[in-house]
């Protein structure tokens, strides 16, 4: 069973966070609800301890299927990161060329954020372990870092034979489950503050707070005690709308430290009422464009850095060399895009259309060409080590 509301959820947050992503690189202060936006990984953290509790938790609790769950996340995650590491060491070599020959560039190539030691710790998934000082190489991938490794946290508690005798281990490691997230809630109280954006320093315990609350939201709803499986249509409708009213406003007004504190469990709140799919906005995110953007969310997440960076920024920079849109010569990409975006509302809706048109096409064809063959060619080689009765189909 998919949740297609929650998928399609999932897309629109993707291109949310790749707007902020445009604001930032243009150093433009952008509208509140997307200058916050950045709280809405948390909401991939909650969904992603759900689905993946939905999809494999009595298989690990039950019957320790550890090694298929690894090979299954590998395949999820590691192919596209791999692709799009590759063209930014790409691009840097470009760079550490032109410089050979003589080229003014504005950072040394290999250096600070992406250095040959945060390559490899990229290439691990380990680049946002508390190894470097800062972001590096494909910036928005160190959420994925830190998710994978929490997934295998996930599939290590589960897969080990904890319960006792006469006790249920489904019940047993929902318990642990539920310890967990606390855990992860009180590291997370203490590291928000004396960091700013946990993200390459502290994301891992971010991370763990809010997965294993949607894997405890999934707990609540597969033994029927989140109680919504009693209410009514309507009751669910209109629980729907409130909820997603009451995260746009935290999300908007809220500050930095209850984002990180409230939201994860505001997101658990509200996927389990979006997974019921009864209300007015999980029509619209059942609808054909969105049912595409949840396909393409973890495409829209990976891609749209390296486009902002290296194509649309890049392309701006060009348009300055030839006296175009009012950018100067020389001007770098980041404040060539400000330029453009500073000259009125026709301008702006321009940049958000090319952006937002270059990130879902690149999007569509990086999920047919490069997510879905990985994933299928990895899940294939999940399943030869389970009998046909223990395969499940891919999170």
Known sequence: MRFHALDGLRGLCALTVALLHLYTHMNVTPPDFIAHSFALVDFFFVL??????????????????????????????????????????????????????GATLAATPFSQGTSVPSLLSNLALAQALGLHDGITWNFPAWSISVEFWVNMLFAAVLALPLSRAGQDPLREKTRLVVLLALAGGVATFFAARVSKDLTFDYGLLRCIYGFFLGVAAQRLRAENRDLLARWPRWALAAAEVLVTLVA???????????????????????????????GPVSRLLLTRPFHAFGEWSYSIYMVHAFLLVNVLGRAASVAGKFGLFGVAPGTDGGRALAAVFSQGLLAQAGVFAVYVALVLGVSALTFRFIERPGRSWFNALAARGQTPARRVLPA
Request: zero cysteines.
């Open 48 to 101: 992603s301890g759900f689905v993946l509790a939905h999809a494999f938790f009595e298989s690990l609790a039950a019957r320790g299927e550890g090694a298929a769950f690894a090979i299954r996340r590998v395949g999820r995650l590691y192919p596209l990161h791999f692709f799009i590491l590759g063209l930014f060491v790409v691009v840097e070599i470009g760079r550490y060329v032109a410089s050979l020959k």
């Open 248 to 278: 746009i406003a935290f999300i908007a007004y809220g500050e930095r430290f209850w984002l990180f504190m409230l939201a994860p469990p505001l997101f658990a709140l509200a996927t389990l009422i979006y997974a019921r799919e009864q």
